[in-house]
């Protein structure tokens, strides 16, 4: 009769198979020490069975023929396994214990010694072929086990060799720490080859320790059992099975456990970074321990050529891998829609001479988006088996999920990083790029003849050439521009592209002059005119510069100081600025300025003027336009185009046009109430026009002073119109509705076309000032006042003259036909109380209020023969 004794052996052809082909010094190492243990083991077994003879003699002794039913049980114990694998290990447990408890009660040790030895090592040669250095630690484990587990159970049971439950108690003690030895010496073994896994196999050691109790407890009773009714042993042996399946299971939960967290330590490694070559290079062995393969390999396509543009892989390299994605003999594999196991007679019929020594392999495509984008490829897989099943096929397919996700990731990462290189439309480089071109120039050593030289090209009022011909002629003007740019640069420096409409371009020079040169060379170049389409446009350019010597200077200081210089000569028209302190200390006095501005608008300090508007046909004053002043209080009178622009730029503008428009009307109720019938019209700055609050604010304004709303008009360039088309058009119309007038403001100075001008709601037409100051000298102005006052009419305008100097010019607008004029010749814009003034003495008649004029007609046709005089 036997007791059962369930307990565990490594089974580690695994590690131990793998370290056999594996030429590492390290591994070899390992090896070694194997060899030094397993003889270590062997000598300690002998000592240890030299220190009592009783140990040859059984407790209770059986015939010869147990030695064979012994040998088989242990063969049996090694049939029924289970194993745990984790990396590329397996561990693997075995019913050992079973036979182990019988023989304790029934077999002398020598006979122990050779059924466990022969048992153990038939199954191990026959079923799993393990290399010599395994087969000799296994089986010097078995020999040292046995001595142990003999040696501990007589020490127990004492010279008088026991009796009742003392040999039972013996054989649970002696089972159990003979499992724990074991534990240690297998742990031991693993953590030479898995260098920095002692910890984790430690663990694993302890959860086995918790089974081997149970087993032992188990294998002890049905041992018990035997010795009491030996018949009824076969009872013991349910509790055994029942026992062993539980443990089976729980080490099955626990392997897919295990995997689920490696898989997720997998992800998270790749998810946090995006380079393909760091994911790859960083996957690449979590990979192979994750499916226990001594071969990896991950391949990754050009998104768009679909060559392999990165290859990782670990262990021995395959052969007759794709180079691209069409690979005929490749092309199911990446295109298959999951992970396929493949057998390598199949490789040999495709002619891919993989050369992996046996087992299967594993194919799994990598995708993203339903695109192959790489394919994953292990083979030789370790652990208890040597050939993949499907559950290594699942692994395989959530490993390259996680992988494509990943991958495509950073693929796409490198492409918009790829992007940020270039500017898309005209394919020079980017800001991004020139800043670390213009690093990369100034960190060269300094050099006494050659300067570093920083031009910033700025195309004033761009935005008209879109908003009049569409961004794609815009579009183009700039593709045209960059190429003139790129060949009068030529080879003397790099053309960036940094913003819409500016570009940059860095250069060498020897000193100023010559770079003051280069820059007018290019603005010639580039203003000439544009002829896309069958039109005709010319762009003007403002540039700003600077040099610098080598290592005296920091690139982005440089691009800074080069913008100020650049918005300097927009502000003031000055074509090439070469930056200078003054520049700088500008910039600076703005930001100053800006602060007071602010202040200026929360007191509302700012003042509004008002320029009268005389009507060419009857000569009677009939409005005025609002000019909004700003009285600094240490700087004095500031331009309004100066802190416009500051208002416009610090989002301040909107409170500006409110003040204005809010004093506007309250002098055109003054004006009511004086019996005065005045149109008030106030400037609109571009972005106004981009206020979805401004009709409101309007007719507040209006309905608080009781004005009706015909008496406000508002100017509008034609840029303002232009600049974001519907959206401006839809305030535009919406003003009208409210019945406030509407003036395009400038008129000559932008790109309007006749159809569009026939779209908007518009009622007056402001023809610039710069083609009135010369149209009674310049024959040529003069056809364009003439021109525009005949299309404004067509288009059912009135048309306004502004910058009316002198008489002359007042009297050759009449005759032109012109409705309206204003400028310095009839008055300069004034403050409201001397406006006021100036309506009662000027001489010119003034539109009455209907009760008014019943009052004074007499009045009026006085003043009317006055201004008739003067025509
Ligand atoms: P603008 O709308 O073209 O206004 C006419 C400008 O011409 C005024 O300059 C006016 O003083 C000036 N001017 C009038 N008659 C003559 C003349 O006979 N000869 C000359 N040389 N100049 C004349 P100002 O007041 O300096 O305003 C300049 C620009 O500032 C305005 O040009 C307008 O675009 C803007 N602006 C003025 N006030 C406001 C405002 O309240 N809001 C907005 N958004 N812009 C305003
Ligand atoms: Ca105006
Ligand atoms: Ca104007």
Same mark, same amino acid.
């Given at each position: 009769m036997v007791e059962p004794r369930v307990g565990w052996l490594p089974l580690d052809e695994c590690w131990l198979g793998l370290t056999m082909k594996q030429s590492l010094w390290g591994a070899r190492t390992a090896s070694n020490k194997v060899v030094v243990m397993s003889a270590t083991l062997l000598v300690v077994s002998l000592l240890l069975s030299m220190t009592d003879e009783d140990l040859s003699v059984a407790l209770h002794p059986s015939g010869w023929w147990t030695l064979v039913i012994f040998t088989l049980a242990f063969a049996v114990a090694h049939l029924f396994v289970f194993h745990v694998e984790y990396r590329r290990e397996a561990i693997t447990y075995t019913m050992t214990e079973l036979p182990m408890a019988f023989a304790l009660l029934y077999c002398g040790l020598g006979k122990a010694i050779v059924a466990r030895v022969v048992g153990g090592v038939l199954v191990l040669v026959v079923k799993h072929r393990p290399g010599m250095v395994k087969l000799l630690f296994n089986g010097s484990l078995f020999v040292f086990e046995t001595v142990l587990c003999y040696a501990i159970f007589h020490v127990l049971i004492g010279e008088e060799r026991g009796n009742g439950v003392q040999p039972i108690v013996g054989v649970l003690i002696a089972l159990l720490v003979t499992a724990a030895v074991d534990a240690f010496l297998v742990s031991t073994v693993i953590s030479f080859f898995e260098p920095g896994q002692w910890r984790r196999a430690r663990t694993e050691m302890a959860s086995m320790a918790v089974v081997s109790t149970v087993s032992g407890i188990a294998a002890t009773l049905a041992a018990a059992l035997s010795l009491a009714w030996p018949h009824l042993t076969i009872l013991g042996l349910v509790p055994i099975a029942a026992v062993w399946n539980l443990e089976r299971n729980h080490g099955r939960t626990a392997q897919r456990l295990r995997d689920f967290e490696a898989l997720h330590q997998l992800s998270r490694s790749v998810s946090s970074s995006l380079h393909t070559e760091e994911i790859a290079s960083g996957s690449i062995s979590e990979i192979r321990n994750l499916l226990r393969s001594e071969r990896a390999a991950i391949l990754l396509f050009d998104p *768009? +050529?679909? %060559?392999? +543009?990165l290859a990782a892989s670990t262990g021995e390299a395959f052969e007759g891998l794709p180079t691209t994605v069409h690979d005929p003999r490749w092309r199911a594999f990446a295109a298959a829609p999951e992970a396929l196991l493949i057998e390598l007679s199949v490789f040999q019929t495709l002619g891919?001479?993989?050369? *992996? +020594?046996g087992g299967n392999v594993i194919v799994a495509p990598i995708s993203a988006d339903d695109v192959a984008i790489g394919l994953m490829l292990v083979a030789e897989r370790g652990g208890s088996t040597g050939r993949y099943d499907a559950g290594d096929v699942l692994r395989a397919d959530a490993i390259a999920d996680r992988l494509g996700l990943a991958l495509r990731n950073a693929q796409l990462h490198a492409q918009i990083e790829q992007e940020a290189w270039?500017? %898309?439309?005209?394919g020079v480089p980017s800001r991004t790029a020139i800043e670390r071109i213009l690093d990369d120039e100034l960190d060269g050593s300094p050099d006494d003849h050659q300067l570093v030289g920083v031009m910033l090209i700025g195309l004033d009022r761009f935005r008209d050439v879109n908003a009049a011909f569409g961004h794609q002629f815009g579009d183009r003007v700039l593709v045209e521009f960059t190429a003139r740019l790129l060949k009068a640069v030529d080879n003397r420096g790099v053309v960036g592209r940094v913003a819409g409409d500016e570009f940059v371009v860095v250069y060498e020079v020897a000193d100023s002059e010559e770079s003051t040169a280069l820059a007018h060379d290019l603005a010639l170049v580039v203003q000439m005119p544009y002829h896309i389409d069958g039109v005709d446009v010319s762009v003007a350019v403002s540039i700003g510069l600077l040099e610098a010597t080598r290592g005296a200077a920091e690139g982005p200081v440089l691009l800074r100081q080069a913008n100020q210089a650049l918005e300097w000569a927009k502000r003031h028209h000055d074509g090439v600025v070469r930056f200078r302190a003054e520049i700088e200390g500008d910039a600076a006095e703005r930001l100053l300025l800006l602060a007071d501005l602010r202040v200026a608008l929360d007191h509302r300090e700012l003042d509004v003027h008002f320029q009268p508007k005389v009507d060419l046909v009857t000569g009677a004053v009939v409005g005025a336009e609002a000019l909004v002043r700003w009285e600094h209080p240490t700087r004095g009178s500031i331009p309004p185009l100066d802190f416009i622009e500051l208002a416009e730029a610090a989002g301040l503008i909107g409170a500006l046009t409110d003040q204005v428009i809010t004093k506007s009307v309250a002098a055109i109720r003054l004006c009511n109430d004086l019996g005065y019938q005045l149109k008030v019209a106030v400037n609109l700055s571009t972005l106004d026009l981009l206020d979805e609050g401004l009709v409101d604010r309007v007719r507040r304004a209006l309905r608080t002073e009781g004005v009706? %709303?015909?008496?406000l008009t508002l100017e509008i360039t034609e840029t303002a119109l232009l600049a974001d088309g519907p959206k401006a058009l839809l305030t535009a119309t919406a003003l009208q509705r409210l019945g406030v007038q509407l003036s395009i403001d400038d008129f000559g100075t932008g790109f309007s076309s006749l159809s569009y001008l026939r779209m908007l709601p518009a009622h007056e037409l402001k023809i610039d000032r710069s083609f009135i100051t010369n149209v009674v000298t310049e024959d040529r102005d003069e056809v364009i006042v003439r021109s525009t006052i005949d299309l404004g009419h067509t288009l059912g305008l009135r048309v306004t003259a502004e910058g009316v100097e002198d008489d002359a010019t007042l009297v050759h607008l009449a005759g032109l036909g012109c409705d309206l004029a204003q400028g310095f010749g009839i008055s300069r814009p004034l403050p409201f109380n001397r406006f006021i003034a100036w309506l009662a003495n000027s001489g010119f008649p003034v539109a009455r209020n209907e009760w008014a004029i019943d009052r004074d007609a007499a009045a009026m046709a006085t003043q009317r023969e006055a201004f008739l005089k003067i025509r």
């Open positions: *768009t +050529s679909g %060559a392999v +543009s891919i001479p993989l050369a *992996t +020594s270039r500017d %898309a439309l005209t009706p %709303a015909d008496q």
